[in-house]
């Protein structure tokens, strides 16, 4: 069960029982260096308590190198409990956000959907570190501590059962006391990552917008979302520590009247007769130390609290389903058949019953009024979401029987919002294919028009181009994206606005580096502007997520139907001017 609640691997699982294994240890070695002391102070007042003849100075100098042999050996103890727990953690911790990123991949968009960016940031980067932190700080040191303090109990037991009981009465009630307040301190943890997490939020959303926030001189509004989310951040981080805090002092208190418990019984069985003044003293100094473990243990409770939250989340994550598939699934023939077809992101569906046959070797255009669903048919064609009725087959298999990784091999894509990486020009470009050669990646880039502009910059393709290509102009960074699909030389090819910020001369050349780039191959290309797609093979016209008409240019046009009026709607705003 720990083993799963801390997402840990078998290794991992190892390693956590070896680091608590040397935390029980650590502890067994500071009682036995308090053992020491106590003999020593045993020895010392022998003599004058009971009257016992003399004092053994021999005695006391052997308790005294023994001393020395404990310290040294101590440090051993203590380096072995360190290396156990936090090297154990660090990897595990790397492990787990390494398949969460893993997990992540394959994952549908409409996990996308529901969650924002900052969200899974904080799953990723946050709640790992919590775990680590749980693992390095928290679990072996609260387990290790409890078999100690039971082993001890035991060993107390042994001696005087009635001074031990004493001694560890209250501990059934501040276990009692922590596990009732258990929930609250849930309830609270998880408000504080709520807050936490709307802060994380707004500074993205802040940096984000950062050009409108300037261009609408919306920084009073914008800023005053930040602020208001901040102070509440603040106010439910004082809330929480507040909680949390008086939880572990009140049980902290309640542990500790143990000591006074332990003076009570004591006196009364000393006065009694029934124990030795030895074992009261004893028993006085070892209730003192005692309870310092299990402080400890409170205190590392509350962050056990916390750490539920994160696993908790963590655990939600993890449950998200995977999109499946076989990747043993060869596909000879690249036709796209899609069959009564309907889907919808929310609850809205924005494709119904939508057919059509997409024939391999022909260019397929889709085309339609603005929110018609153009792009969303291309993310099913893609499986970046599953359809939520009918079926889409390529070659004559359902996708969504095919792994979409092994779907992807199939595809190349030149999409709206072109992602670059902060690396050089050369390897953004060998995201295509990572085989490739360099003369293969300057062949694609020359093809894809890049060349030249690659060239001109400080390091031609060495050079890095910063977050999401922020250093390339528009229609730069869709020729790198267009050189990509060049590379990959896929058998199906997604074009969704491929050409829309490019230059015309440039349009020219890319148009006639694509007419190579499609020979032979299955293409579906959404265009809005109606001329680029006027030779294509077939155009599937949608309005409100239907097929309202398709066929090819001339076709259409005779028919007279919604394609032919935004032509000719695109006709006349060809010749739109400013005044
Ligand atoms: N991720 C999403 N979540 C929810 N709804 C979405 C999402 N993406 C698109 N939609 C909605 O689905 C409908 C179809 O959108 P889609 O982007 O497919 O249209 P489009 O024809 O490509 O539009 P455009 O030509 O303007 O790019 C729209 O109503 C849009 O608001």
């Known amino acids: 069960m720990l083993q799963k609640l801390l997402f840990l691997s078998d290794e991992g699982y190892k390693g ?18 308090f053992g020491i002391v106590i003999n020593i102070i045993n020895e010392v007042i022998r003599p004058f308590v009971l009257d016992e003849g003399n004092m053994n100075t021999q005695k006391i100098l052997v308790y005294f190198l023994a001393g020395i042999v404990l310290a040294v050996l101590q440090g051993f103890i203590y ?14 911790s790397e492990d787990t956000r390494l398949d969460i990123a893993e997990h992540i991949r394959k994952l549908p968009l409409s996990f996308f959907n529901r969650k924002n960016l900052s969200e899974i940031t904080v799953n990723m980067m946050e709640d790992c570190t919590r775990i680590e932190n749980a693992l390095s700080h928290v679990i072996p040191q609260l387990i290790g501590n409890v078999i100690s303090a039971t082993l001890v109990c035991i060993m107390l037991a042994v001696y005087d059962w009635r001074m031990a009981a004493a001694v560890y009465i209250t501990l059934p009630v501040t276990a009692l006391f922590i596990f009732l307040t258990k929930k609250i301190q849930i309830r609270y943890g998880e408000r504080h990552v709520k807050a936490k997490l709307r802060v994380s939020d707004q500074v993205h959303e802040y940096i ?73 003293i004893l028993f006085i100094l070892i209730s003192v130390k005692i309870y310092s473990p299990l402080v400890t243990v409170l205190t590392l409770s509350a962050s056990l609290n916390y750490f539920m939250v994160a696993t908790k989340r963590m655990q939600t994550l993890r449950n ?18 899609l069959e009564n077809v309907s889907f919808a992101y929310n609850a809205d569906e924005v494709i ?17 009024p603005s929110g018609s669903g153009k792009s969303t048919i291309s993310h099913l064609l893609a499986r ?9 087959t390529l070659g004559g298999t359902d996708i969504k029987e ?28 060998k995201i295509g294919n990572i085989n490739a050669s360099k003369e293969e990646i300057i062949e694609a880039a020359k093809r894809a028009r890049c060349h030249e502009f690659i060239m001109e910059m400080p390091e031609g393709y060495d050079t890095v181009i ?37 230059d015309p001369e440039n349009e020219v050349e890319i148009q006639t580096a694509l007419s190579e780039l499609v020979k032979e191959k299955t293409v579906v290309v959404i265009a809005h502007r109606l001329r680029t797609v006027v030779n294509a093979d077939q155009i599937l016209v949608l309005k409100d997520g239907k097929l309202e008409e398709s066929g090819t240019h001339e076709k259409l046009m005779e028919k007279n139907g919604l394609y032919r009026q935004l032509y000719q709607i695109q006709q006349e705003s060809s010749e739109w001017k400013f005044r």
Not at 223 to 231: G, Q
Not at 331 to 336: G, H, K, P, Q
């Open 16 to 33: 956590l029982k070896k680091a608590i294994a040397a935390c029980v240890l650590t502890n067994f070695s500071i009682m036995a260096a």
């Open 352 to 368: 119904s019953d939508f057919s059509a046959h997409i024939k391999q070797g022909e260019v397929t255009a889709l085309v339609g």
């Open 208 to 280: 984000d917008g950062i050009k409108v926030v300037k261009a609408f001189n919306l920084g009073g509004e914008k800023f005053a979302a930040l602020d208001r989310a901040m102070h509440n951040f603040m106010k439910e981080s004082i809330i929480f520590e507040g909680i949390t805090g008086t939880i572990v002092t009140t049980a902290v208190v309640f542990l500790q009247t143990g000591i006074g418990i332990v003076v009570f019984t004591g006196t009364n069985l000393l006065l009694s007769g029934s124990i030795p003044i030895i074992s009261y």
């Open 320 to 337: 998200e389903k995977e999109m499946l598939g076989r990747s043993d699934i060869n596909i000879e023939n690249f036709d796209f058949k």
């Open 466 to 502: 910063g977050e999401n290509g922020g250093t390339l102009s528009g229609g730069e960074r869709q020729r790198i994206s267009i050189a990509r699909a060049i590379l990959k030389n896929a058998p199906v090819i997604l074009l969704d606005e491929a050409t829309s910020s490019l």
């Open 402 to 429: 095919i792994e979409p990784e092994k779907l992807m091999t199939y595809m190349s894509f030149v999409f709206q919002d072109v992602v670059l990486f902060n690396d050089s020009v050369y390897n953004n470009i």
């Open 79 to 92: 380096m072995n409990e360190y290396n156990k727990t936090y090297f154990n953690a660090y990897s595990e």
């Open 384 to 392: 970046f979401w599953d359809v939520s009725r009918g079926r889409i």
